[in-house]
T-cell receptor, first 112, second 115 residues
Framework: GNSVTQMEGPVTLSEEAFLTINCTYT??????LFWYVQYPGEGLQLLLK?????DKGSNKGFEATYRKETTSFHLEKGSVQVSDSAVYFC???????????FGTGTSLTVIP | NAGVTQTPKFQVLKTGQSMTLQCAQD?????MSWYRQDPGMGLRLIHY???????DQGEVPNGYNVSRSTTEDFPLRLLSAAPSQTSVYFC??????????????FGPGTRLTVT
């Protein structure tokens, strides 16, 4: 079946540090991959997405590349800010059908 | 556009009580879904709908009912609340179509406590 595994948190970084949050998936075929962000007390918001192998999604300085050979979609940012403190979810959408599958979320805290 | 709206924002129930969580969207999305979010478990799909009159079960449907009489609304009913249903509930919607990828839009959530 489909599943998403992402790096356990919580993650604490100093401002301007480099961020990587690992995400790997199991799926049949070529699913679409997403990163969502959840700020405290809010719902999830789409951060970026990629729909085919080698696609790179990017937004707000965050990037992730769809790697079919390693079934991964790691999230990276070169220099984090305090405002990036949130919970980040990796997700996939199956090729056939409409269901999304989410990872367990990784909490990021950025300290000044 | 208001996007996806959910009511109430907070709710406390006693064991055995029933209630309905409301969800509405004004984006004319065919696909709507309900998730619960629990610590360490991410989001788990409860029920979903691909259009008015069509619903299906997700990963954790027991104890919940849904119906979809209009495109806009997708209420979630708790039949007899149990402490295990204490959670944060999110409604989401998106366009639908095999072979076409659309992201989901989420509501702000309902925090439910069952005592």
């Amino acid at each position: 079946g489909n599943s998403v595994t992402q790096m356990e948190g919580p993650v604490t970084l100093s401002e301007e540090a480099f961020l990587t949050i690992n995400c790997t998936y199991t799926a049949t075929g070529y699913p679409s991959l997403f990163w969502y962000v959840q700020y405290p007390g809010e719902g999830l918001q789409l951060l970026l997405k990629a729909t085919k192998a080698d696609d790179k999604g990017s937004n707000k300085g965050f990037e992730a590349t769809y790697r079919k050979e390693t079934t991964s979609f790691h999230l990276e940012k070169g220099s984090v800010q305090v405002s990036d403190s949130a919970v980040y979810f990796c997700a996939l959408k199956e090729v056939i059908g409409n269901q999304f599958y989410f990872g367990t979320g990784t909490s990021l805290t950025v300290i000044p | 556009n208001a996007g996806v709206t959910q009511t109430p924002k907070f709710q406390v129930l006693k064991t055995g009580q029933s209630m309905t969580l409301q969800c509405a969207q004004d984006m004319n999305h065919e696909y709507m879904s309900w998730y619960r979010q629990d610590p360490g478990m991410g989001l788990r799909l409860i029920h979903y709908s691909v259009g008015a009159g069509i619903t299906d079960q997700g990963e954790v449907p027991n104890g919940y009912n849904v119906s979809r009489s209009t495109t806009e609304d997708f209420p979630l009913r708790l039949l007899s609340a149990a402490p295990s249903q204490t959670s944060v509930y999110f409604c989401a919607s998106s366009y639908s179509g095999t072979g076409v990828i659309f992201e989901q839009y989420f509501g702000p959530g309902t925090r439910l406590t069952v005592t």
